[in-house]
């Protein structure tokens, strides 16, 4: 194996990981985007590293004015402070965003999310009514916003938070929910312009007879002709 190979393999193993597992799609099931959240959700992570970041700078200064420079205990326990700090208000941050996941396929909507624990929310698309997106002026020129989805049932009202160009996946929501719709309404029509069974014309016959539109004997010739068909 070359070296190239195995430096992209781990990467491509590592970025698999990250997409939406393609078995817990059904047989029928097409994808038809997956997402990550906008990277404006990663500016609080950013503004605590950066403000952490001058924090650690600060006191190890104050400390060392404070404290002989020899005395490397208080810098160790403040530099373990803010690392636990930074773990908490921006790593922790960062993992949810890159584990979160938002999905569209030809028969639901699919929000996951966790790193470990995983969590996983879907929503039919006949379940959904409607589409809606905000957008602020400053996520307007990022490209971001949050999509409002009003659906039926038990499911009420869901809140999609940074989602990219929100404005081109509800429309994409749209169509996809229109095309669902025809996908589940063509088997009914197909049932109800189908042509009745033998049975159910002889029956047809039966009533027009009783209500004397048909003769016996017209009844009769159409019944034998019917009954010649099977």
């Known amino acids: 194996m070359t070296r190239k190979a195995l430096a992209v393999g781990p ?11 393609r ?16 990277w404006v959700a990663l500016v609080p ?8 970041l001058v924090a650690l700078l600060l006191g190890y200064r104050a400390l060392g004015a404070i ?6 205990t208080p810098k160790a326990i403040f530099a373990v402070i803010v690392t636990g700090l930074w773990v908490f208000f921006a790593l922790v941050a960062f993992m949810r965003w890159r584990f979160t996941l938002f999905v569209l396929t030809t028969d639901r909507l699919i929000t996951r999310s966790g790193v470990i624990a995983k969590h996983s929310k879907e929503i039919p698309l006949e379940r959904i009514n409607d589409v809606t997106f ?10 971001a916003g ?19 160009k929100p404005e081109e996946v509800q429309l994409i929501i749209y169509k996809e ?20 069974t033998i049975p159910e014309q002889i029956e047809a016959l039966a009533r027009l007879k009783e209500q004397g539109t048909l003769s016996d004997e017209e009844f009769e ?7 010649g068909r099977m």
Not at 24 to 35: G, N, R, V
Not at 177 to 196: A, G, I, W, Y
Not at 221 to 227: A, G, P, V
């Open 45 to 52: 992570a950013a503004l605590w590293t950066i403000a952490l």
């Open 67 to 72: 404290f002989d420079d020899s005395a490397n």
């Open 134 to 143: 905000t957008q602020s002026v400053v996520e307007r020129m990022l490209g």
């Open 221 to 227: 010739s159409k019944k034998r002709e019917l009954l």
């Open 23 to 38: 078995e817990l799609l059904a047989d029928h099931e097409e994808l038809i985007f997956e997402k990550r959240p906008h």
């Open 146 to 164: 949050d999509l409002l989805l009003d659906s039926s049932g038990d499911l009420g009202p869901a809140r999609i938070t940074a989602v990219q």
């Open 11 to 21: 990467l491509a193993c590592y970025l698999s990981a990250m997409a939406f597992p």
């Open 177 to 196: 929910t229109e095309k669902n719709e025809n996908r589940m309404r063509t088997p009914q029509l197909l049932q109800t312009h189908r042509e009745p």
